[in-house]
């Protein structure tokens, strides 16, 4: 049993097939929370017709705010898992995990069976998801990913994880954070490339690539990634098309740098990306290495 978030904001295009997509699950949320973001196009009707043919579809529609791409997604999403957690409690709903989708996110038909069925085989797994995949040119390809982090969209926390790592905080890239304090607090975090699922837009390209990427650049800064990284993440955005991006997630970076903004204050997270963070990196490449050379 889980409890499903989505926030959505002036997604007519995607939604209905997101939508579809969670109503053919062999296993259904007991109870799917959708936000409504101040959505200006048809997004609230589509919503509210799914709410009123399914009971344990809801929605909450949160106050006019001006829209960044730092801090207001965490404010939409904790805004979302806070009043699904409530709601449950008050309503005596008993669940064992807690998700969250995209609205531009396609999920196959089995996926939280699959995902919640990888837990069952794993009581140390905190966090999963499956593979995200782009349709190019009628064929399905892996969307470029940190090595084994489950997905921002897809994603499954078990409940007991999620409340061990703080909920989810009011924080830029909020995920990420909640990826490393599984990981120092004990849990396992895992992406499962088997079970797909089809993010219809790019990554970090809802109000465009340029500045999607630079915001990427921004929270590499803000969490104190280490700069070898920051030119390992700039190599690889260069090594694809487009190739500008990476020197959007540069410029993002290096802004702060020089304006000397805050950096997160949590220490333990700074401390996993100046120090730790680089040296699963390294023993990442390492091991890709030598199975390359066995594969020879």
Known sequence: MYVLITPVKDEEKLLRDVIESVLNQTVKPVLWLIIDDGSTDSSPKIIHRSVSRHSWIKTIRLPPQPRDIIFHVSYVYKSGFDFALNYCERNKINYDFIASIDADTVLEKEYFEKIIHKFGTNKKLGIASGGLYHEINGKLKMCGQAEN???????????????????????????????VKAILRGWQIQRFNEIQMVEKRLTSSAQG??????????????????????LLNVFSCTLNRPYYTGIAFLLGYIKPVIKNEKRISDREIREYYWSYRLIEYKELVISRLKSLVSAT
Do not use: H, Q
């Not at 997905?151 to 909920?167: I, N």
């Open 149 to 179: 982090f489950p997905s921002g969209t897809g994603r499954v926390w078990s409940k007991e994880c999620f409340f061990d790592t703080d909920c989810f905080s009011l924080e830029p890239s909020a995920d990420s954070i909640s990826n």
């Open 209 to 230: 690539l340029w500045n999607g990427y630079k915001y990427n650049g921004y929270m590499a800064y803000y969490l104190n990634k280490n700069p070898i990284l920051i």
